[in-house]
Antibody
Framework: EVQLVESGGGLVQPGGSLRLSCAAS????????MSWVRQAPGKGLEWVSA????????YYAESVKGRFTISRDNSQNTLYLQMNSLRAEDTAVYYC??????????????WGQGTLVTVSS | QSVLTQPPSVSAAPGQKVTISCSGS????????VSWYQQLPGTAPKLLIY???KRPSGIPDRFSGSKSGTSATLAITGLLTGDEADYYC???????????FGSGTKVTVL
């Protein structure tokens, strides 16, 4: 059974940092593109970042470029999102998601339960 | 402002059909696969359609997807009260080298 379990969310002050983790199980982790998707309260889905199966290619939304870093540890089947210089507009539920393909297609067949990040003073 | 345009809401009576459009451009829908998601309140999105028109196992054939040029459509037939949810389209944008979602469409069963 495929499982994605996020952790690391919480309350952080503007300008602060947070690292999200997503523990994956039940599939060959290094074969698939993984992404982070967020959803601000009462708003729609926003794709944040993606990383190839090997970790050699990374992609970012313009809104987080230069502040967030996606990475993965294929030996630990874990996906990460390092978030720096956080802003109030980064407040959202963050989901990790598995693409059904080894390419970036946004065909996410499995999602985590989400972890809430709140940026506020 | 989303790169992909969806109608804010659609509605129909139980048993009827609704269609949800998703309009983009050649850099996204025109040259990449489209996926569709259903999101019930308080839950993670669920994949309904991938690769324009394929259904994951367990998704009923009441849900179907199509694509023509720079637009895609999700159709839901035999509408059930349980289909009341938000629906999103998503695809890759080759010019942005980024993923993009539509703004979402709320389906109401009258």
């Amino acid at each position: 059974e495929v499982q994605l379990v996020e952790s690391g969310g919480g309350l952080v002050q503007p300008g602060g940092s947070l690292r999200l983790s997503c523990a994956a199980s039940g599939f060959t982790f290094n074969s698939y593109v993984m992404s982070w998707v967020r959803q601000a309260p009462g708003k729609g889905l926003e794709w944040v970042s993606a990383i190839s199966g090997s970790g050699g290619s990374t992609y970012y939304a313009e809104s987080v470029k230069g502040r967030f870093t996606i990475s993965r540890d294929n030996s630990q089947n874990t996906l990460y999102l390092q978030m720096n210089s956080l802003r109030a507009e980064d407040t959202a539920v963050y989901y990790c998601a598995k693409d059904h393909s080894s390419n970036c297609e946004l065909g996410f067949d499995y999602w985590g339960q989400g972890t809430l990040v709140t940026v506020s003073s | 402002q989303s790169v992909l345009t969806q109608p804010p809401s659609v509605s129909a009576a139980p048993g009827q059909k609704v269609t949800i459009s998703c309009s983009g451009s050649s850099s996204n829908i025109g040259n990449n696969y489209v996926s569709w998601y259903q999101q019930l309140p308080g839950t993670a999105p669920k994949l309904l359609i991938y690769d324009n028109n394929k259904r994951p196992s367990g998704i009923p054939d009441r849900f179907s997807g199509s694509k023509s040029g720079t637009s895609a459509t999700l159709a839901i037939t035999g509408l059930l009260t349980g289909d009341e949810a938000d629906y999103y389209c998503g695809t890759w944008d080759s010019s942005l080298s980024a993923g993009v979602f539509g703004s979402g469409t709320k389906v109401t069963v009258l």
